[in-house]
């Protein structure tokens, strides 16, 4: 019933965030966690292989910001002479073609590295990073889920701690300001969305708001309720994207199209909002998490949303759980 695999890896953006969707997708059907498991432990696989693959292509925006896509999370990328500032460390395995993208936009050595929050696709090139000399810095939460055996029940699966240089070094539970490469930067913990460690990073001058995974374009999102997500997070984290934004801001989603702006989140926004209610009252009425993924509370935005990994099942499952 599913996609093959082959068709699911062909796929750009695809992604640890998306495992239990693509396993749900194979299958065709509800897994068990140790099934889940199962296909997960295999996709991590797939997908280190096909990052190893993947073109990274650069973007350049404005204020010596660009945003590179291709390895797992969007990656933007401040120059200048104090050193490359990295938002997400991407798939350790896009090392090379991260290398070589990177030394494309400058001379200057990577220095800093900000984890938007702790998932694989945006913190498993810390390791390599860090060994050229970046400093990392991350939420509490993401430090914390970083160094510990990180345990996922939606995948039954155990994710084991970073070597210790991986581990971001300074930590924020605040806002927090940074002045780099003549950018004035600000890191705003959000209240928990897609995690409870989710940070979104503005470049003041360049008017480019990066906001991790709390916005995917075009693609219904996941939600890490293992480590403290949830839907009605995510409306309110979009509600924080929008009150950030005008109409001139350049928005980088964690995943999805890579150059975005504030018209395409407000969509996202309303979309969210709009399965939210539906979800709500299918499950208010007493229908069980089948009955409501059959009912097809999400079927007007399917066309639009509906066409990455997190399917529309998936997402319906998303949603009920945090109703
Ligand atoms: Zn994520």
Redesign the pocket.
């Known amino acids: 019933m599913g996609l093959p695999h082959n068709q699911l890896l062909s796929r750009r953006h695809f ?3 998306c495992m239990t969707g693509a396993a749900f997708a194979v299958t065709g059907g509800w897994l068990t966690p140790r099934q889940a498991f199962a296909e997960a432990r295999g996709l991590v696989t797939l997908i280190k292989d096909s990052a190893a693959s993947s073109p990274v292509t650069p973007y350049k925006l404005r204020g010596n910001v660009t945003v590179l896509e291709g390895s797992g ?1 969007n990656i933007a990328v401040l120059t200048g002479p104090d050193g490359k500032l990295l938002v997400d460390a991407g798939i350790g395995v896009s090392r090379p073609q991260l290398t070589k993208t990177l030394s494309g936009l400058g001379p200057d050595p990577v220095a800093h590295l900000i984890n938007t ?1 702790w ?1 694989f ?2 913190a498993d090139g810390n390791d390599w990073l860090h060994s050229i000399g970046a400093r990392i810095i991350a939420h509490e939460n993401t430090r914390k889920h970083l160094s510990e055996v990180q345990r996922v029940e939606d995948w039954d699966y155990n994710f084991l701690p970073l070597p210790a240089g991986a581990i971001p070094s300074e930590v924020i539970s605040a806002n927090r300001a940074l002045k780099l490469n003549g950018a004035s930067i600000e890191l705003k913990p959000y209240k928990p969305a ?2 409870d460690g989710d940070l979104s990073v503005t470049f003041g001058e360049a008017d480019i708001l990066h906001a ?2 709390t916005y995917w374009n075009g693609i219904y999102p ?1 939600i ?1 309720y293992s480590t403290g997500g949830s839907i009605d997070g995510m409306i309110a984290a979009s509600d924080a994207n929008l009150a950030a934004a005008t109409d001139s801001t350049i928005i980088i989603p ?1 995943h999805g199209k890579p150059v975005s702006n504030k018209s395409e989140l407000k969509d996202f926004r309303n979309m969210l909002a709009d399965i939210r209610d539906k979800v709500a009252a299918l499950k208010k009425a007493g229908r069980t998490q089948q009955e409501t993924v059959a009912a097809k509370p999400t079927a007007a935005h399917d066309a639009k949303w509906g066409q990455f990994v997190i399917d529309p099942a998936f997402f319906t499952k998303l949603v009920y759980e945090g109703v």
């Open positions: 992604c640890f965030c999370g929050h998932h696709d945006h897609h995690t991790g995974d996941f890490d964690g």
